[in-house]
Nanobody, 124 residues
Framework: QVQLVESGGGLVQPGGSLRLSCVAS????????MGWLRQAPGKGRELVAT????????YYAGSVKGRFTISRDNAKNTVVLQMNSLKPEDTADYYC?????????????????WGKGTQVTVSS
């Protein structure tokens, strides 16, 4: 069984930054792609960013491209989402997820393990 534990959410003003971290355990972390997904109130879950098994490939949703950066440290079983220039529309619960595959994937169905989520609120 894979466990994913997120941290780093909170309340931030528009234009501010947050750094989300996720620590994984339970299987060989370095073999699989990882992703960050979010779900805003009343909306479906959407992919924000994903990174391949070795960090060589990344993908970002258009709404966050240029503002968010995903990275991973396979030695520490950690994936990080650096979020800059935050907007009120970034307000959501953010989830770390582990893919079934080593390559990046944009379909939520490709992610088989999920953390419990961390809340991000962007408001003045």
């Amino acid at each position: 069984q894979v466990q994913l534990v997120e941290s780093g959410g909170g309340l931030v003003q528009p234009g501010g930054s947050l750094r989300l971290s996720c620590v994984a355990s339970g299987r060989t972390f370095s073999r699989y792609a990882m992703g960050w997904l979010r779900q805003a109130p009343g909306k479906g879950r959407e992919l924000v960013a994903t990174i391949s098994w070795n960090g060589g490939s990344t993908y970002y949703a258009g709404s966050v491209k240029g503002r968010f950066t995903i990275s991973r440290d396979n030695a520490k079983n950690t994936v990080v989402l650096q979020m800059n220039s935050l907007k009120p529309e970034d307000t959501a619960d953010y989830y770390c997820a582990a893919s079934r595959y080593p390559r990046i994937g944009v379909e939520t169905s490709e992610y088989e393990y999920w953390g419990k989520g961390t809340q991000v609120t962007v408001s003045s």
